[in-house]
């Protein structure tokens, strides 16, 4: 089984294969993978990696094989997009953003929230490929936002006397 130990992003070229995987399953390692025409090869990359949709896998032989955002259960979401927007990421959602609709992973509780708030949801099978987070990380993981001080007296407090 040939090793993948390494990726291109944003793949332009001919590739031997492709391999489709759920949003969750682009987020991996060491793993081994089946391609969408039976093949197996295995993913041995340095340090866990985010893959979108595009990218592709370079085994040791010099075949590419694409990497394919599989269709999951998603929900379209229409409204005041700038708060619905706000809202989801607050709660450090995944978000696909488009000019006239967000796109989130269903979610039962999420999604009485955005209909709480106006939003009309639309559910959905389709390809899930959410904004990456902020500063090159890829993916948002959790809420760490390089140890500044979150607490009611934090950085920004003002000293009365």
């Known amino acids: 089984m040939l090793p993948a130990r390494s990726i291109s992003r944003a793949h332009q070229g001919a590739t031997a294969d492709s391999v489709t995987l759920s949003y969750d399953e682009r987020f991996l390692r ?3 993978l089946t391609t969408d025409a039976g093949a ?26 694409a990497v394919r955002a599989a269709e999951e259960p998603v929900v379209r979401v229409q409204g005041n997009l700038p708060r619905l927007a ?32 106006g939003a009309t949801l639309t559910l959905q099978i389709a390809a899930f490929t959410p904004e990456g987070g902020a500063y090159g990380h890829g993916r948002t993981m959790g809420h760490d936002h390089g140890g500044h001080d979150h607490s009611p007296a934090g950085p920004f407090a003002l000293n009365h006397v």
């Open 30 to 32: 060491r793993k081994r």
């Open 40 to 65: 197996s090869f295995m993913v041995d990359l340095a340090e866990t990696t985010s893959l979108n949709h595009g990218d592709a896998f370079s085994l040791d032989d010099g075949r590419k094989i």
């Open 86 to 117: 706000w809202h989801i990421g607050n709660r450090h959602t995944p978000c696909q953003i488009a000019p006239d609709h967000l796109v989130i992973r269903r979610d039962p509780v999420i999604e009485a929230m955005l209909k709480g708030l």
